[in-house]
């Protein structure tokens, strides 16, 4: 099996550099029937496939725009449950952003969202631990 794939693979590349399925599979007689009919389909795929004409930047960047508009559309076109964008909130929180930026990503909860953020960013703040003061001052 592997010498046909050897061969098949030989005629391919004869075929991509402009020779004919005939001209390929001279000198592989005994393996011509199995072959050639997988030549014809490749050969005929290559005739179908068709380059893919070059964008100017102008029109990608149109493109771009139109696609990213459409997928703010669908973002914002599908709720998101207030437990959910909590969650992401937190997450988001711990990672180190603000509650202004989490209210910006999720503006359908920030009304939901502002109230239980600023109690989270309370907690934060008060959770940081009280810097140590030096003995001589505590004695004091």
Do not use: W, Y
């Not at 910006?104 to 009280?130: C, D, H, M, W, Y």
């Amino acid at each position: 099996m592997a010498k046909i794939e050897a061969i098949f693979d030989a005629c391919l590349l004869n075929l991509e550099t402009g020779a004919t399925i005939e001209e390929s599979l001279k000198g592989h007689a005994a393996e011509q029937a199995e072959i050639a009919p997988l030549l014809q389909i490749a050969a005929a795929l290559k005739s179908l496939a068709m380059p893919v004409p070059a964008r100017e930047e102008q029109s990608l960047q149109a493109a771009r725009s139109t696609f990213l508009a459409a997928a703010k559309t669908a973002r914002d076109a599908e709720p998101v449950q207030d437990e959910v964008a909590l969650e992401e909130s937190l997450a988001m929180l711990a990672g180190g952003a603000t509650a202004d930026e989490c209210l910006a990503t999720f503006p359908k909860n920030a009304v939901e969202l502002r109230s239980s953020l600023g109690v989270i960013e309370a907690l934060q703040a008060a959770a940081e631990p009280v810097p140590e003061r030096p003995a001589a001052q505590i004695a004091s």
